[in-house]
């Protein structure tokens, strides 16, 4: 049961399931916030809001840079929005090295859509957490549930382990490339594939015949690969966000993956192990955070780390000596 909330809190609990722009928006900066009283502030906001997630189709959109990310989920979320659909967009941008804040402006990107009262764009910094998705993405993600946006588009740099940890927190992940760069081995190399639900090339009005030849060769490397689905084999599109050809038939396909998993189970199943496994990576998190806020381990460690790169002692030896303050009392 949630903890009982402050006068301010219940307000940003009201808000959010009200569907309240400001506190909306107020809710998911506590939720970012780095202040230990905030994070204490929002796990309790958190689980207020909880019995109202849940709702939404959780959209997961990854891709190089210049495969264009941006104009196809601006497509996307106004063909959504003319259907009667509430969107959000969570757009995870790399971090400035110098500021730690957003430098891509997805609401700069995604013009029309940010001006549809229907949409919700919250670009966050990556801070450089692991993938380049934001450590709060996940809490976000609820909010908006909770805020009763129907679908919720997760947006990734496309970069490192981005994928898999957009993969790992929404529905189905979907997977955008460039006409020139169907290579069936490469792709498989990359192992991207594995983890995707749907691919699309886009841009592929620009060369129709090379889209045609990506598209049999990505289809050769899926075939080669084991899915996580028995039931769902990942189907290529071609399809032009800019000229919003195709984006119809990719909801199309997001709609049927949702109604063939619920029908075989496996639709709640994976947001079980999803949860769970966030559960765990906060525990991880969480240990590592402390274990590096203790005393005797703040003391020694960078001695400790010194002597490894010196070859003084080994890295087994180091870590058994600052590992073993923690269960001293």
């Known amino acids: 049961?949630?903890?009982?909330?402050?006068?301010?809190?219940q307000h940003l609990v009201d808000?959010?399931?009200g569907r309240q722009l400001r506190p909306l928006a107020k809710t998911i900066t506590l939720i970012e916030s780095?202040?230990?009283?905030?994070?204490?502030r929002a796990r309790r906001v958190l689980e207020a809001l909880l019995p109202h997630t849940g709702g939404a189709m959780r959209v997961g959109i990854s891709g190089v840079p210049g495969v264009g990310k941006s104009t196809f989920i601006e497509a996307l979320g106004l063909l959504l929005i003319e259907k009667g659909l509430k969107v959000a967009v969570l757009a995870v941008d790399p971090s400035s090295s110098v500021t730690g804040g957003s430098i891509l402006g997805d609401k700069t990107r995604m013009e029309l859509l940010s001006q549809r009262t229907e949409a919700f764009i919250r670009p966050s910094p990556s801070a450089g957490s692991l993938g380049g998705v934001a450590g709060k993405t996940r809490e976000t993600l609820l909010v908006c549930?909770?805020?009763g946006f129907d679908v919720v588009i997760v947006e990734t740099v496309g970069v490192g382990q981005s994928e898999t940890a957009v993969a790992g927190m929404t529905d189905i992940f979907c997977l955008l490339q460039l006409p020139n760069a169907g290579d069936d081995l490469q792709a498989i190399k990359k192992g991207i594939m594995e983890l995707a639900d749907l691919i699309v090339i886009n841009k592929a009005d620009i060369d129709p015949r090379q889209a045609a030849v990506a598209k049999s060769q990505i289809k050769t490397a899926l075939g080669m690969l084991?899915?996580?689905s028995p039931n769902w084999v990942p189907p290529v599109l071609t399809l032009s966000a800019l000229k919003k050809d195709g984006v119809a038939q990719f909801w199309d396909e997001i709609m049927r993956y949702r109604d063939t998993m619920r029908g075989s189970g496996e639709f709640d199943a994976k947001r079980r192990t999803q949860a769970q496994a966030w559960m765990w990576e906060l525990i991880d998190s969480g240990?590592?955070?402390r274990f590096?806020?203790?005393?005797?381990?703040?003391a020694e460690l960078a001695a400790l780390q010194a002597a490894v790169a010196q070859g003084e002692t080994t890295p087994a030896a180091a870590a058994h000596t600052l590992l073993n303050h923690l269960s001293e009392h």
């Open 1 to 9: 049961m949630p903890a009982d909330l402050d006068i301010s809190d």
């Open 15 to 17: 808000g959010v399931v």
């Open 34 to 40: 780095q202040r230990p009283d905030h994070r204490a």
């Open 145 to 147: 549930e909770a805020a």
């Open 226 to 228: 084991r899915h996580s």
């Open 287 to 289: 240990l590592r955070q």
């Open 292 to 298: 590096r806020e203790h005393p005797q381990v703040r």
